[in-house]
């Protein structure tokens, strides 16, 4: 296995998620979590595990917005819009797409996002 596959298996990142949630403190989560979250839900998608990639971008959802990052919460509309497009139920992916496209995301370095009419037509 390289180093690059390494860092990106998903037991490194539950291992990481792990630690990184053993050592958080109080009832603040930080935002390394969210990405360990997403990138969990990224290896999730590439592999067609749709159930648990929605379930991981949906835990990352809601640290994002805990930490009102919105470039956090813009990824996570996104990729969750992507996950419906990828499974045949464009409309359940417009609202995503929407408040992923609405977010400001003035400190987002974030991948860009398909437009709305690419997907229905």
């Known amino acids: 296995m390289s180093s690059s596959e390494l860092v990106r298996s998903p037991a ?7 630690c990184a ?8 989560v930080s935002s390394s979590e969210a990405s360990l979250y997403g990138g969990l ?9 749709f ?3 929605l379930e991981n971008f949906r835990r990352a959802h ?3 917005e805990q930490q009102q990052s919105s470039a956090l919460i813009s990824s ?4 969750m819009g992507d996950l419906y497009r990828m499974t045949d ?19 987002a370095v974030a991948a860009p996002i398909p ?5 229905l037509f």
């Open 76 to 79: 996570t509309n996104g990729r």
């Open 115 to 119: 437009r709305i009419s690419a997907i």
């Open 62 to 64: 809601v640290i994002a």
């Open 41 to 49: 839900g990224e290896i999730d998608l590439q592999q067609k595990r």
């Open 21 to 28: 949630t053993r050592t958080t403190t109080g009832l603040k």
């Open 89 to 107: 139920r464009p409309s359940e992916a417009i609202p995503y797409y929407q408040v992923a496209n609405s977010t400001d995301r003035s400190d």
């Open 51 to 53: 159930p648990q990639a």
């Open 12 to 18: 490194t990142y539950r291992m990481t998620l792990c």
